[in-house]
């Protein structure tokens, strides 16, 4: 198991940035993949980002291709999204989530998460 506390949302106009922070506990954060997923009103949970154990890796929804950025420090127990050009469609509460070794697409395989962060983007 592993914790997960998010922090960073807010309100920001389209086109603007804002960075999200998930502080995770426990001393084997190393291995779990770690995600970032969001709920917008009325749709389902999706996948937004991950990023494999080592942080080599990364992985994004089409959606945010090129304008989101996962990374981690595993000396800190930390993952940030680095959200740039951001679009009305990506308001939603927005969620650091973790699962085994291996990535996933799919929000629902991701069995941890934490207590989400609204980020709002007004156009």
């Known amino acids: 198991q592993v914790q997960l506390v998010e922090s960073g949302g807010g309100l920001v106009q389209a086109g603007g940035s804002l960075r999200l922070s998930c502080a995770a506990s426990g001393r084997t954060f190393r291995n779990y993949v770690m995600g970032w997923l969001r709920q917008a009103p009325g749709k389902e949970r999706e996948f937004v980002a991950a990023?494999?154990?080592?942080?080599?890796?990364?992985y994004y929804a089409d959606s945010v291709k090129g304008r989101f950025t996962i990374s981690r420090d595993n000396a800190k127990n930390t993952v940030d999204l680095q959200m740039n050009n951001l679009k009305p469609e990506d308001t939603a509460v927005y969620y650091c989530a973790a699962r085994g070794q291996i990535h996933s697409y799919y929000a629902n395989d991701y069995p941890y998460w934490g207590q989400g962060t609204q980020v709002t983007v007004s156009s």
């Open positions: 990023i494999s154990l080592s942080g080599v890796l990364t």
